[in-house]
């Protein structure tokens, strides 16, 4: 990879302020990802998510729901490490996409109605985080640093 590919991917001029929103957000994806992938946290696990998503129009699926749960579990925990932020909030992005307009959208905004603010939100910060990418406190930058050298 040539090192103007890397400082587009890696590169951040962000200080400190991604790192207070990459901590919660990769909390909260890596943990929902868990539920999706490995039933954890009263998640319903790759069997059962697949046929919710099935339900949906979503298929195959047990794909669907492997997909879904992958981008999130390993998507939450590379915003938590600030490895390859910008490729993972993309990734996280179109998932929360694929949520509200999938589950979500017809319920309203609320979450009390299953409506789509929690998604909305999760959305918001994948995509500020994609513009941004990881900070300064981050493996990517660090990287980024070490290619510009």
Same mark, same amino acid.
């Given at each position: 990879?040539?090192? *103007?590919?890397?400082? *587009?991917?890696?590169?951040t001029?962000?200080?400190?302020?991604?790192?207070?929103?990459?901590?919660?957000?990769?909390?909260?994806?890596?943990?929902?990802?868990?539920?999706?992938?490995?039933?954890?946290?009263?998640?319903?696990?790759?069997?059962?998510?697949?046929?919710?998503?099935?339900?949906?129009?979503?298929?195959?699926?047990? $794909?669907?729901?492997?997909?879904?749960?992958?981008?999130? @579990?390993?998507?939450?925990? %590379?915003?938590?490490?600030?490895v390859?932020? *910008?490729?993972?909030? %993309?990734?996280?992005a @179109?998932?929360?996409l =694929?949520?509200?307009f999938?589950v979500?959208?017809?319920?309203?905004?609320?979450?009390?109605?299953?409506g789509?603010?929690?998604?909305l939100?999760?959305?918001?910060?994948s995509?500020?985080?994609?513009?941004?990418?990881?900070? *300064?406190?981050? =493996?990517?930058?660090? $990287?980024?640093?070490?290619?510009?050298r």
């Open positions: 990879m040539s090192d *103007r590919a890397i400082q *587009r991917v890696l590169g001029d962000a200080g400190l302020g991604p790192l207070a929103l990459r901590i919660p957000v990769g909390i909260i994806f890596a943990a929902h990802g868990a539920q999706k992938l490995f039933g954890a946290f009263g998640g319903y696990g790759l069997e059962g998510t697949g046929q919710f998503m099935a339900s949906l129009g979503l298929t195959p699926g047990f $794909l669907m729901a492997l997909l879904a749960g992958s981008a999130e @579990f390993f998507g939450g925990l %590379a915003l938590l490490v600030g390859l932020v *910008r490729p993972a909030a %993309a990734a996280l @179109f998932a929360m =694929v949520a509200i999938s979500h959208i017809g319920n309203g905004l609320f979450m009390a109605k299953n789509y603010e929690f998604g939100a999760l959305l918001a910060a995509v500020s985080l994609l513009i941004s990418g990881a900070g *300064r406190l981050s =493996v990517d930058a660090a $990287l980024a640093s070490r290619a510009a």
